[in-house]
């Protein structure tokens, strides 16, 4: 019988998940056959970007505040309400503790006070099972069989293999995750927080270097990736290019992308070629990795999803497209609906949970800032 049947839910009943482990306010409501039945995420940038990055004060009383339209929004899209919650989960890290307390207190409380049954979430979890929802609010599919996971976001670079549920961390970031380094570069670009997405979109207008300017590091036989040394080579071109006079704040370029879609002017277009040239870099050992690991396991698994913000990335979606469709894997890339933090991962990770762990003592819970994702899911 496979895990789905063994579920103690039915395709009506749901899930209420809560996710503010960091700067998003989430909160969702998936249905016991993993169709999204309502997803609801409030950023806090605009707050977070006169300081440049996330303010854990700040991030927690946001979710405070956030909350309450947040959750109405959820539920009125859904067309339900409390009382048609048959489960609660939510984020209990790893993240920011004052964020993740936030979204734990409110699913513990509420759980407790309804008796019904409680899963405080691994963040991971949810992401590596993300590529598995239907962002169109079909049916989530089943997971259950053997995949390699890869969660690439601005907490974590991390292949995992994953079977029947139980989860082998095959390799992580060094030092800086994808995300960061992303963020970081674009920073020093003059670009708004979060670069990631803004240095993809930029990098978009020019063609690729035909030499790659940076070298992929290589982390012995391991999965694991570093992401320090393309980050202080890449600021350190940048410093070079300042000294020879060449323009390397791209603020303006980005606002006229944005507002005019005008594409680049001549004196951006160094700048332009050297975030072109760290995305193939950044982007490069994710799929260095993936195919040394796949050209030496001649048993890995067919399946390869890939998950977190940074799967958003366009040259990375491009390049593990055909990666996968040359070594004839089946690759399941997610959803661009549910690439960054979202509830609905948290509440569709607590369901597959279901199938073959009992829920946790929503008294007990503790939120965690750090730890990794690993083991037997019933020990999680
Ligand atoms: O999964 P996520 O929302 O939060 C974490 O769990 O970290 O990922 C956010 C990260 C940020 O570093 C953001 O810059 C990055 O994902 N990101 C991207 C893109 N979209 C988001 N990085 C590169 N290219 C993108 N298109
Ligand atoms: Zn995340």
Redesign the pocket.
Known sequence: MSPLHRRPFGKDQLILGIETS?DDTACALVAGDGRVVSSVVSSQLEAHRPFGGVVPEIASREHLRNWPAVSAEAFEKAGCTLDDVALVAATRGPGLVGSLLVGLTLGRTLAFARSLPFFGVH?LEG?LYSPFLDADGAAGEEPMGHFVGVVV????SSFFDVRAGRVTTLGETRDDAI??A??KIGKRMGLPF????I??ALAELVELPEEPSFPIPRCGDTLDVSYSGLKTQALQQIDRMERRGETTDLSSTYETLRRDGVRAVAEAVPALELLAAFRQAAVGQILDRLESYYAAHASAPEVVAVS???A???HLRRELTSWAERRGLDLRLVPLRFS??NAAMIAHAALLRSAYSSPDDPRRVEAFSRGSLGGDPRER
């Open positions: 960091c963040h992401h976001s601005g907490g974590h995300g960061e992303f963020d979060p670069g990631g997405p240095v993809d977190g913000g940074v958003a990335n366009r960054g933090d």
